[in-house]
């Protein structure tokens, strides 16, 4: 059975690569996947006949728990997926197929590390928009570089909150 399992897996991520790898990928991938197909004498509606599972993916901030929600969103279609959580940790299950387990990992990887940079790129804006450091800071003669322009583009869209007014009651 294990050896079955282990052929499926292959199978399946054979497949995930034939519809969305690299152009060369792509074409290896198709060269394989045949090849291993007709040397099991299986068809790929035969492997696409899965059951599902419950898949299980952790998180770290809340941010990333609402990006798992929307990646089961965009892999299984489904707008209220259900998910379960793991008590007393930091987990999600989703019921998934292999195939939709290996494009979830692989998305959620890659947007997990997209919205980490983001939130680094927001938080210096929201420190800049809202003049959250020292009253004096050291001039750099160095020029601005691409990120500290996506850092002012940014901050210059938050609307800055007066909170040493709000706190301080007017007086500064």
């Known amino acids: 059975m294990k050896d079955f399992e282990k052929l499926r897996d292959k199978l399946l991520s054979l ?23 007709s040397k099991h004498g299986l068809t790929i509606e035969q492997v696409n006949e899965l059951e599902t599972s419950v898949v299980w993916f952790s998180y770290r901030t809340g941010f990333e728990r609402r990006l798992l929600e929307q990646v089961d969103s965009f892999i299984t279609g489904s707008v209220d997926g259900d998910c379960w959580r793991e008590r007393g940790s930091r987990k999600l299950g989703f019921e998934l197929t292999t195939v939709q387990a290996i494009d979830f990992e692989r998305f959620y990887a890659h947007w997990r590390k997209l919205l980490a940079d983001e939130m680094e790129l927001f938080y210096s804006a929201f420190v800049q928009a809202n003049s959250i450091f020292a009253a004096t800071l050291p001039r750099s003669k160095s020029c601005a570089s691409e990120r500290d322009m996506r850092v002012l583009e940014m901050s210059l869209s938050i609307t800055s909150s007066n909170s040493i007014r709000q706190i301080t009651g007017g007086v500064s």
């Open 15 to 37: 497949q995930v690569m034939t519809e969305r790898g690299t152009s060369n990928e792509r074409v290896n991938a198709e060269f394989l996947l045949d090849r291993l197909l």
